[in-house]
């Protein structure tokens, strides 16, 4: 199945979700009467919830717009004969939640949620001029239901951007390894060039001085000739053993390996033998020495 259709009907789904929890949780609020009773939703009820969880949706894309129009239906509500209590203002508190979440700059959402929860409090209050301490506990519950609201969408942002931050330095740190992994391969092939230069070069020069000799007096010395030749297949010899030596060890995969390791690399204490090789192929070699 595809990823993208996957992740595109479980986004459809939990927004058909939220919104139908809104539109019951609106419905069964409208079923509150001033009396404390309970009754059947009326028609007002059933229009304040089409209407105000019908802009849901677009809660993601226009996030103020949302909510201004969400706020209004519950300040409406008791001018229709509904109490307004915070199951009415579900809607509204959706809203609230997606604007801390949506609307560029913290500031700004905050500002939109603390309005939208002051215009609930003027549209809970009661339209007769008797106020209970029923009637303040209900315009209490209901300018702090969308501030909670706001306060929970700011809480989910902040936890999305650290994931986010969290997510890019991971990136970041695994990008610095594979360029260090690299810089590390480059040196590596560099030292491993030069160790090869350093093995093989010599004995290459050596025999290409042997092979130059050895046709120089090919035909007027050919005992010279002979024993040149034979300096250069046994050259040539150690340079295919120090050769194969040097790629033994570089195909070693383990500590098990080691034992099959010919020897360390040619150091100095091998240079009175290169000189006494130059010099039986007939080069005048000297040596000069500082330190």
Same mark, same amino acid.
């Given at each position: 199945?595809?990823?993208?259709?996957?992740?595109?009907?479980?986004?459809?789904?939990?927004?058909?979700?939220?919104? %139908?929890?809104?539109?019951?949780?609106?419905?069964?609020? *409208?079923?509150?009467?001033?009396?404390?009773?309970?009754? #059947?939703?009326?028609?007002?009820?059933?229009?304040?919830?089409?209407?105000?969880? %019908?802009?849901?949706?677009?809660?993601?894309?226009? @996030?103020?717009?949302?909510?201004?129009?969400?706020?209004?239906?519950?300040?409406?509500? &008791?001018?229709?004969?509904?109490?307004?209590?915070? @199951?009415?203002?579900?809607?509204?508190?959706?809203?609230?939640?997606?604007?801390?979440?949506?609307?560029?700059?913290?500031?700004?959402?905050?500002? +939109?949620?603390?309005?939208? #929860?002051? #215009?609930?409090?003027? *549209?809970?209050?009661?339209? /007769?001029?008797?106020?209970?301490?029923?009637?303040?506990?209900?315009? =209490?519950?209901?300018?702090?239901?969308?501030?909670?609201?706001?306060?929970?969408?700011?809480?989910?942002?902040?936890?999305? +951007?650290?994931?986010?931050?969290?997510?890019?330095?991971?990136?970041?740190?695994?990008?610095?390894?594979?360029?260090?992994?690299?810089?590390?391969?480059?040196?590596?092939?560099?030292?491993? %060039?030069?160790?090869?230069?350093?093995?093989? #070069?010599?004995?290459?020069?050596?025999?290409?001085?042997?092979?130059?000799?050895?046709?120089?007096?090919?035909?007027?010395?050919?005992?010279?000739?002979?024993?040149?030749?034979?300096?250069?297949?046994?050259?040539? *010899?150690? %340079?295919?053993?120090?050769?194969?030596?040097?790629? =033994?060890?570089?195909? &070693?995969?383990?500590?098990?390996?080691?034992?099959?390791?010919?020897?360390?690399?040619?150091?100095?204490?091998?240079?009175?033998?290169?000189?006494? /090789?130059?010099?039986?192929?007939?080069?005048?070699?000297?040596?000069?020495?500082? =330190?």
């Amino acid at each position: 199945m595809n990823p993208v259709v996957t992740r595109t009907g479980t986004r459809l789904w939990r927004e058909g979700a939220v919104v %139908a929890a809104a539109f019951v949780v609106c419905l069964l609020g *409208g079923t509150v009467r001033v009396e404390d009773t309970l009754t #059947a939703p009326p028609l007002a009820a059933w229009l304040l919830a089409l209407v105000s969880c %019908a802009v849901l949706p677009a809660r993601h894309r226009r @996030p103020l717009a949302v909510l201004a129009v969400t706020t209004a239906a519950g300040v409406v509500a &008791q001018p229709l004969g509904l109490v307004l209590s915070p @199951p009415v203002a579900a809607p509204a508190l959706v809203a609230a939640c997606a604007c801390t979440l949506h609307v560029p700059g913290e500031r700004r959402a905050a500002g +939109a949620v603390a309005l939208a #929860a002051v #215009a609930l409090l003027a *549209g809970s209050e009661p339209l /007769s001029e008797d106020v209970s301490w029923r009637d303040a506990s209900r315009m =209490g519950t209901v300018v702090a239901a969308p501030l909670v609201a706001g306060l929970i969408g700011h809480a989910v942002r902040t936890r999305r +951007a650290y994931l986010a931050a969290v997510e890019e330095r991971a990136r970041r740190a695994e990008e610095s390894r594979e360029l260090e992994a690299r810089r590390r391969v480059a040196e590596e092939r560099v030292r491993i %060039a030069r160790e090869l230069h350093d093995l093989v #070069a010599h004995q290459i020069t050596l025999a290409n001085a042997q092979a130059t000799v050895a046709a120089h007096f090919f035909d007027s010395r050919p005992e010279q000739t002979r024993v040149s030749l034979r300096e250069l297949v046994e050259t040539t *010899g150690h %340079a295919l053993d120090e050769l194969r030596a040097t790629v =033994g060890l570089l195909r &070693q995969t383990g500590d098990g390996d080691a034992a099959a390791a010919e020897g360390p690399a040619p150091g100095l204490a091998r240079l009175p033998d290169l000189l006494e /090789s130059f010099r039986r192929a007939g080069l005048e070699v000297g040596v000069r020495e500082k =330190g």
